[in-house]
């Protein structure tokens, strides 16, 4: 750097400390009523050695989530707050309408006690519930595994089976399609019913559906979201009683209107395979 570009570097730090003086300056005048933002260093998609996520565009992923390096995301599927998809020293793969719930953690395996490089493959309409952890396993279609579950290296979760919340479900273990494990060490509990194998795949369809409300929310403009408020200011106390005397019929307006496909009893029921 020149004497020149060094004089112009030093003027514009002059000048940024000058705005960050005043600024808190200001602030401080302001007292309670100042608002601070501060700025977050969080990504949710991050390109990681060269690996970049590869994410259907219909894909649900929420602002706090992380997905990071080489992972693939079929359509349909979502992944919820604060979850994180961590394929930096192998690959993640995620088939279609398949929802990783709230502080889920999947992540792989480079090397291993058996010496096995292993990825995570989890298939299509699968339901990971919250605060589990996937790491270097597969999980087959149409699967469940409950709130906080942990499945290490090796663990295969055959197709229509289910993994108990809570349950640790040890390396290279595979369980069989329409079984029940639960427990830690997981074992054998029971078999799936057919009630309990139609409930995983409403709960698929149940979160593809979910996921596309938080979406549109998500993606709404501070302008939209301060006339929303305001219509439901407007709109939270009515009565209908008073409001018949005086002849006014009121109408709720299409904004606030929730979709059919996320109110009880009007979701469309899911076809079983």
Request: charged residues 20%; contains cysteine.
């Amino acid at each position: 750097m020149g004497t020149l570009g060094r004089a112009i570097y030093t003027v514009g730090k002059w000048i940024r400390g000058t705005g960050q003086a005043m600024d808190r300056l200001g602030s401080t005048m302001q007292g309670g009523l100042r608002v601070e933002e501060q700025l977050s260093r969080h990504r949710t998609i991050m390109n990681i050695f060269e690996k970049e996520p590869r994410i259907h565009k219909d894909v649900f992923v929420a602002p706090s989530a992380a997905v990071i390096g080489d992972v693939e995301i079929g359509h349909g599927s979502s992944i919820w707050y604060g979850s994180i998809l961590r394929g930096d020293v192998n690959s993640i793969h995620i088939g279609s309408g398949t929802n990783i719930q709230d502080n889920s953690l999947v992540h792989v395996s480079k090397a291993n006690i058996s010496g096995k490089v292993l990825p995570t493959i989890i298939g299509s309409n699968v339901t990971i519930g919250h605060s589990a952890v996937l790491h270097a396993c597969t999980v087959e279609d149409e699967a469940f595994v409950g709130m906080g579950a942990t499945l290490l290296d090796g663990v295969v979760v055959e197709k229509h089976s289910m993994v108990g919340a809570g349950s640790l479900v040890k390396q290279n273990t595979r369980i069989p399609s329409g079984e029940v494990w639960v427990g830690n060490p997981a074992k054998f509990l029971r078999k799936l019913t057919e009630e309990e194998m139609e409930f995983i795949a409403q709960s698929a369809t149940n979160y593809i559906n979910l996921a596309q409300v938080h979406a549109a929310e998500n993606s709404k403009t501070f302008d939209e979201i301060e006339l929303e408020k305001m219509l439901r200011r407007k709109f939270a106390h009515k009565d209908e009683e008073y409001d018949s005397m005086l002849g006014v019929v009121r109408e709720i307006p299409p904004e606030l209107i929730l979709p059919d496909n996320i109110l009880p009893n009007k979701a469309p029921k899911a076809v079983a395979h």
